[in-house]
């Protein structure tokens, strides 16, 4: 067991077997209520109790499941010093979350993240929300858990795609991140990582977590705009998605967002084209296509995505300009188009 960071009163931990997983566990106390979705679930026999128990996947992501978790609470009397346990992914992590800060105002949160998406971002920092009224996220709070432990050893059965999202936020923090180090490891180790190698996968969680702390360190609640860096390219990843029906999964939207960024930050001289380059080439050489473009007769749906009003008008965008720097621009509808459209100049 290896403690690889201690922030804002959360300790994260790497636990090299289930062994040592089920040991920290078993050291959060004696009242915990486990929280899994129902693929985790599958991870843990026999199944603890008092447990809950949710559907996997965003749908989840309600009050009705936040209460479902406080009912528990009350029916297995649990007291103040009582631990909520998160045994999955964002998901399972943000409604437990925000049911423990809840729960007597404020009982224990830990984490047992399951997902490579999870161990390098969600479960760090302690925001949690909900979706509400058809809006993704923006009823939760700020709560972060007492312990994060992380076992790679749960990535093994990981589908390719949840692997492949983890992987996509991995390469963004890497481009964010003032040093190199997470970068270095993602060009130079890619073979190990694409096989998850443990060792190497670790590693890269270590790194990761480094440049997704510092972040949180320095804009705890995002009041300062300092962590607005960690939301580069999901305004076009997430109007891909409406688009495309939800099509695209996050890891391959992500992938595609930011790297039409980069190219608009070369376009608009904010950048070089070696940086926007190598921005594209690292998302290409794990998979992702970054090629893909829309039609012609959906650009008009997705300027309205994006939130253009008028004809020529610009929108506020987060665009990567070199290693370790996000600058927000208004860029124009025009500079977009190009970017977007498949044969935009003809």
Do not use: H
Request: charged share 20%; hydrophobic share 40%; glycine share 8%.
């Amino acid at each position: 067991m290896k403690t690889i960071a201690d922030t804002m009163g959360t300790e994260i931990l790497i636990a090299d077997s289930f062994s040592e997983l089920a040991w920290e566990v078993g050291n959060l106390g004696s009242q915990i209520l486990w929280v899994f979705d129902s693929n985790t679930a599958l991870m843990v026999r026999p199944l603890p109790e008092p447990n809950v128990i949710l559907e996997p996947g965003e749908d989840s992501r309600r009050m009705s499941n936040v209460l479902r978790i406080l009912d528990s609470a009350y029916d297995a009397k649990l007291e103040k010093k009582s631990v909520f346990l998160a045994f999955g992914g964002g998901v399972v992590s943000d409604i437990t979350g925000l049911a423990a800060s809840m729960w007597k105002y404020g009982s224990g949160f830990a984490c047992v993240p399951t997902t490579l998406l999870s161990m390098v971002d969600c479960c760090i920092g302690g925001r949690n929300g909900i979706n509400y009224k058809g809006n993704g996220r923006i009823v939760g709070s700020y709560y972060p858990p007492v312990k994060i432990i992380i076992c790679p050893e749960t990535l093994k059965s990981l589908t390719k795609t949840e692997y492949a999202n983890g992987l996509a936020q991995a390469i963004r923090l890497a481009i964010i991140s003032e040093d190199e180090v997470l970068g270095r490891t993602l060009i130079l180790e890619r073979q190990d990582i694409l096989a998850r190698k443990p060792e190497t996968v670790a590693r890269m969680i270590e790194q990761a977590v480094y440049v997704k702390q510092k972040f949180v360190e320095s804009d705890p609640i995002e009041s300062n705009g300092f962590s607005d860096a960690l939301k580069v390219g999901n305004t076009l990843a997430d109007a891909l998605k409406v688009l495309t029906g939800q099509s695209f999964t996050y890891g391959k939207a992500l992938a595609w967002g930011l790297s039409i960024c980069a190219n608009i930050a070369e376009e608009t001289r904010n950048c070089t084209s070696q940086f926007a380059g190598s921005v594209s080439r690292l998302y290409q050489s794990y998979g992702f296509d970054t090629s893909f473009r829309i039609s012609r007769g959906q650009w008009q749906e997705l300027r309205k995505l994006l939130g253009f009003t008028a004809p020529g008008s610009n929108i506020n965008l987060l665009l990567p300009v070199s290693q370790g720097k996000v600058i927000r621009a208004q860029v124009g509808e025009e500079n977009i188009r190009e970017q977007v459209i498949q044969n935009a100049l003809l």
